[in-house]
């Protein structure tokens, strides 16, 4: 490849040339390099999980009609992430003119500076290049977001030190969507900007103007802006004012993962569950899944908001305390191996109760108590995946004979695991987990927890703090879960289990 033009003398003569670039827009550069992309077969949104048949071709269409759009959707629904991946459809370098603050075309400079410059050195005028990852802003609305902030103000000490005319562009102040010219503009919370501010947003669009202070000054900016919103708040009304609305080309909704499989991806793809350290580290499938299905029983809990909806942070971060939890007892207990177990799922409520907002009636019942309910509730689902028409009775019936399983805090796989094969007919099960005799104790221990936990989960048995899993129906004057905080009491509650 030849050096990139250094001056505009040099790209008139280039590939760059004026008749191709001096009237191609952003909106027109995304289609070309869409359409192309497209026509190749790649990947149009790499690291996008669930979206194939919905939200992307719906987004393409958008970008194929040049239209600015908006995204409606609860919190934790990839939106950011779409949006910052709309870079990946922008020419890997596009010319400028070198120091200009809003990015000038060479050919078609809005700026007076520009074409000042441009007519005093003509072809000698420096050239520089923007990369893709510049071309992209993006600006959380907060009802405190100024016309300064946004579009620009006028620079009283620059307009007394030129001498000039208050309303003479060369005074501007610029922000952040004038920087963003020439590339793309994203706007988080939208129905959180000003009137104002919608407004002014709403005359760039239309008339490729706008008043700053009460000058009108001329801004025919190219830009591509893409918004997110709630859903509720987006259509609320009064909260966007209607001509910008009518602006906006396309609203799209996204949506949270229609099943576990897919919600699993993409808390694969983004927990970090890579961790150094000297001991092997694994988390079975079904822990896995039941990180995920604590997700969806929460998008589907009446005690939970849905109007906020449940993030897809929540299998995230939780995934990623379950491993630590894991590794926590590992270490303390000198294992080899560190394997999640349900046990680490309980252990990782802290990272879930900021992740939903609850209704009146969960709010009475408390997050924690919310969050326990929901993990029992996913280990139930999950426990039925595997064992839906699988007998169970004769471990059932070790319990109901006298048989209790209690365990210390810090007791190792192997410890675990000599107390676990006392229980008659659990193991035969593992088989179903793919857990063989031959594997890791800590695996083995794990895959036994899970059915022990998953028979809790369906009342086959009973477990408490004090005594461990014990038989359905043979409760000590004990109330109700021990795992839940006494009424009244701040007291934590121990867990015996993990
Ligand atoms: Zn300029």
Partial sequence: MSPLPKNLGELRKSTWSEDCYAHRTVRQELRENLLRKME???????????????????????????????????????????LRGLVGFLDAQVPVIAGCEINDNPYTPLCRACR???????????????????RYVEKLATPDVTIADMIGDIDPIKAARGGRNISDELTIHY????????GIFAINELPDLAGKIQVGLFNIMQEGDIQIKGYPVRMALDVLLVFTANPEDYTARGKIITPLKDRIGSEIRTHYPATVGEGMAITKQEAWTAREGKRRVEIPEYIREIVEEVAFQAREDKRVDRRSGVSQRLPISTLENVLSSAEQ???????SAVVARVADVYAAIPSMTGKFELEYEGEMRGADNIARELIRAAVGKTFTKYFANVNFQPVVQWFEIGGELKVEANASSAELLAQLKKIQGLFEHLETLGVKEKDDAAIQTSAAEFILEGLWAHKRISRSEERGFFAEGRKTPEPRDPREPAQGGGRMPRRQFN
């Fill in 40 to 82: 190749k077969g790649e990947a149009l949104f790499p690291g996008v999980h669930g979206y194939d048949d919905t939200v992307v071709p719906q987004i393409t269409n958008a970008l194929l009609s040049r239209h600015h759009f908006i995204l409606l959707g609860l919190r934790g629904q990839a939106k950011s992430r779409i």
């Fill in 116 to 134: 000042e410059r441009i007519a005093a050195d003509g072809d000698a005028t420096p050239i520089a290049w923007l990369g893709r990852e510049q």
């Fill in 175 to 182: 922000g952040l969507l004038p920087r963003a010219n020439r």
């Fill in 329 to 335: 007892r590992a270490v303390r207990s000198k294992d």
